[in-house]
T-cell receptor, first 115, second 115 residues
Framework: NAGVTQTPKFQVLKTGQSMTLQCAQDMNHNSMYWYRQDPGMGLRLIYYSASEGTTDKGEVPNGYNVSRLNKREFSLRLESAAPSQTSVYFC??????????????FGPGTRLTVT | QKEVEQDPGPLSVPEGAIVSLNCTYS??????FMWYRQYSRKGPELLMY????GNKEDGRFTAQVDKSSKYISLFIRDSQPSDSATYLCAMSAGGSGTSYGKLTFGQGTILTVHP
């Protein structure tokens, strides 16, 4: 049981390049989330998917797109990377149902630098 | 103004000290309060969860919520070097529909416990 996995672990992009961050979970969770973490800013929600087939914007969605490929996978795409998108990106998932909704399971993160 | 404010520290204490970590918030709809712990270069993990006002104890950790003051705390007794991590508070109003389970995080406090 790997939990939440993210690829790649590290990436360096030039301004204007595009890339997709991959996330997968093997816990049969319905809800999945993408966050970015910057010094002094905490975790900020970029996009989330309450269930397969749905996606919604979070606090900081500009410059990103997402795809909920199936129940296991939720990808984050940067179409034209900017230096302001330099950050650590975390994917998370959550159990279904009303109980334990507060516990999100996080992946190890992707460290992205845009030059 | 951020919905959740947390002093980023850093906080450095000797082993055995009592540590107090705090968050304030402005959204009176928040009912669910969590503390996540994040070790260096890892994703956050849920440490404690509290619903509404009151105290909750788990071993050396105590979480307190004062909704009237919009203030939450995490106390760590007999702190250990293994407690060195970033501590993030998180809150939720519960929500409904696709927004159910969304968390708002504080900035995180970096704690170092030195031997």
């Amino acid at each position: 049981n790997a939990g939440v996995t993210q690829t790649p672990k590290f990436q360096v992009l030039k301004t204007g390049q595009s890339m997709t961050l991959q996330c997968a979970q093997d816990m049969n969770h319905n809800s999945m989330y993408w966050y970015r973490q910057d010094p002094g800013m905490g975790l900020r929600l970029i996009y989330y998917s309450a269930s397969e087939g749905t996606t919604d914007k979070g606090e900081v969605p500009n410059g990103y797109n997402v795809s909920r490929l199936n129940k296991r996978e939720f990808s984050l795409r940067l179409e034209s990377a900017a230096p302001s998108q330099t950050s650590v990106y975390f994917c998370a998932s959550r159990k279904s149902g009303l109980a334990d909704f507060y516990e999100q399971y996080f992946g190890p993160g992707t460290r992205l630098t845009v030059t | 103004q951020k919905e959740v404010e947390q002093d980023p520290g850093p906080l450095s204490v000797p082993e055995g000290a009592i540590v107090s970590l705090n968050c304030t918030y402005s959204n009176s709809a928040f009912q669910y309060f969590m503390w996540y712990r994040q070790y260096s270069r890892k994703g956050p993990e849920l440490l404690m969860y509290t619903y509404s006002s009151g105290n909750k104890e788990d071993g050396r950790f105590t979480a307190q919520v004062d909704k009237s003051s919009k203030y939450i705390s995490l106390f760590i007794r007999d702190s250990q070097p293994s407690d060195s991590a970033t501590y993030l508070c998180a809150m939720s109003a519960g929500g409904s529909g696709t927004s159910y389970g969304k968390l708002t995080f504080g900035q995180g406090t970096i704690l170092t416990v030195h031997p």
